[in-house]
């Protein structure tokens, strides 16, 4: 992971004095263990999880809120001030602050959305396929959560539909049983594996 994340800090401020990541892809693809782990080798970056922005209500309607809370404070330099959602009691709960770092990671379905991308340094879409991403978020999530995952189905479909993220991607990342790989650059869209795909072995168990 090393590597990438050296690509990464090289890159140059995207809002304000941070360098907003953006890690997007399909429901239960991997991206919150990723983004945790890509955060280890930056050194400890925040993780902003679209998950605690999103609501019951506003399963994609929240960029609203992000840009208000979060983008335009840290865009002039200042700490964010934002509610994670409760989902579970249903509400926001305390207040958070989020103060300007050189590297910030922003994940979640939705996170390289058009009106996202012009704040972000860097696109990376995790290349699960839906339906197998899918399969491991039921799996994950358990029998009493199916209701909520019709639901939320129908809702992603509709958004990447309108508005998809993978076309704009700067990296696919892959992940194995060993580790993950990506590709960056002109490669990634064009499918073209080349010398620019890195490997990250996982520590084993």
Do not use: C, N
Not at 53 to 67: N, Q
């Amino acid at each position: 992971m090393g590597p990438l994340a050296r690509e990464l800090t090289a890159l140059p401020p995207s809002l304000g004095p941070v360098r907003l990541i953006g890690v997007d892809g399909h429901a239960g693809s991997g991206k919150s263990t990723f983004a945790e782990r890509l955060a280890e080798a930056l050194g400890g970056a925040p993780v902003l999880h679209l998950d605690d922005v999103a609501t019951h209500e506003e399963l994609f309607d929240w960029y609203g809120r992000l840009r208000a809370q979060v983008l335009e404070p840290l865009a002039a330099g200042r700490p964010a001030h934002w509610a994670p959602y409760d989902w579970v009691l249903r509400r926001f709960g305390p207040e958070r602050v989020l103060e300007p770092a050189p590297v910030l990671i922003v994940e979640g379905v939705g996170a390289g959305r058009r009106a996202l991308r012009p704040w972000l340094a860097r696109l990376l879409w995790m290349e699960t396929p839906r339906e197998r991403s899918w399969g491991r978020g039921r799996k994950r999530d358990g029998r009493e959560l199916s209701g909520f995952w019709d639901a939320w189905e129908r809702a992603e479909l509709a958004h990447f539909s309108d508005d998809p993220s993978r076309p704009f991607a700067d990296t696919l990342v892959r992940q194995s049983g060993t580790g993950y790989e990506w590709t960056s650059g002109a490669a990634a869209t064009s499918g073209a594996p080349t010398s620019v795909t890195e490997r990250h072995e996982l520590p084993r168990a």
